[in-house]
């Protein structure tokens, strides 16, 4: 992306993060920040579009699967954009309630990131605020967010595509600490996306925006869905990728499909 496509796309998302806040008479947004590339570059265009005084930053590490230099990353960040923000280690917290529950290792996982989402909306409720979310396109139509975890108000860089969104990250003169960190929910100690997925972002951002285009070309609109992609994709041949990397894509969008839905209503006649 060059330097006018990145001023338009800060521009066109500032207004969109102003818009939701005036539309929802709220007083600004409280956002979840890690110390990775997503939620970094969030936290700055709120402040670009609310100032600083209407961000809150919170900090939820988890010592037992956060590494200290994201916790110092985020505080820098938080610091140098002038927000107010707290840390709050919710690692005690998730032990005390988990002892009671059965252990298994994904559960476990999704109960930390349900645990943040939590805390997020306690305090946004205290301070009348909406949650910022910071979900990238690419994990969005892969479904690589957790349900009813990853919950919240409003979406700034959710159709952004990870690879933009490290772009813009440096055109925005973010730390390179964070700008080249390995992507990573820190669900469990040394879990990275990439390594789960099991594709660098590179290829999965070639797959998804050649598939993107496959369906748009198809429909000639410029919306799609998940099923979309997965329904008219299997007839074409014409990737950059191997069609093993294509199918594995296709696999993870299909197996997350329930999480692109609202759940099923019984309806009474």
């Not at 818009?19 to 008479?25: A, D, M, T």
């Not at 939590?118 to 910071?134: E, H, K």
């Not at 600490?177 to 660098?200: D, N, V």
Request: glycine share 8%; hydrophobic share 35%.
């Amino acid at each position: 992306m060059d330097e006018k496509h990145n001023r338009k796309i800060i521009r066109v998302i500032s207004q969109f993060i102003k818009s939701e806040v005036k539309k929802s008479k709220s007083e600004g947004v409280v956002i979840g920040m890690s110390g990775g590339v997503d939620s970094s570059v969030a936290a700055c265009l709120a402040v670009n579009a609310l100032g600083a005084e209407q961000v809150f930053g919170l900090i939820l590490p988890d010592s037992s699967v956060t590494p200290k230099n994201d916790t110092m990353d985020a505080e820098k960040l938080a610091t140098k954009l002038g927000i107010k923000y707290k840390i709050i280690q919710v690692g005690k917290a998730k032990d005390q309630i988990l002892r009671y529950l059965p252990n298994n290792k994904l559960a476990r996982a999704n109960f930390l990131v349900r645990l943040r989402m939590s805390i997020l909306y306690y305090y946004a409720a205290l301070v009348n605020r909406l949650v910022l979310g910071t979900g990238n396109k690419s994990e969005l139509i892969l479904g690589y967010f957790t349900k009813y975890g990853d919950a919240v108000d409003l979406m700034p860089i959710g159709d952004l595509y990870k690879s933009e969104v490290r772009e813009l990250a440096e055109f925005m003169q973010i730390s390179s600490k964070i700008t080249r960190k390995k992507s990573s929910a820190r669900l469990w100690r040394g879990q990275t996306t990439e390594g789960e997925i099991g594709l660098a972002y590179e290829k999965i951002d070639s797959i998804l925006k050649q598939l993107e285009n496959l369906v748009r070309g198809r429909r000639n609109a410029n919306h799609r869905t998940s099923d979309d992609i997965h329904t008219k994709v299997k007839i074409n041949r014409n990737f950059e990728n191997s069609q093993k990397e294509v199918r594995r894509v296709l696999a993870i969008i299909e197996k997350s499909g329930h999480k692109h839905t609202p759940p099923p209503i019984c309806r009474i006649g």
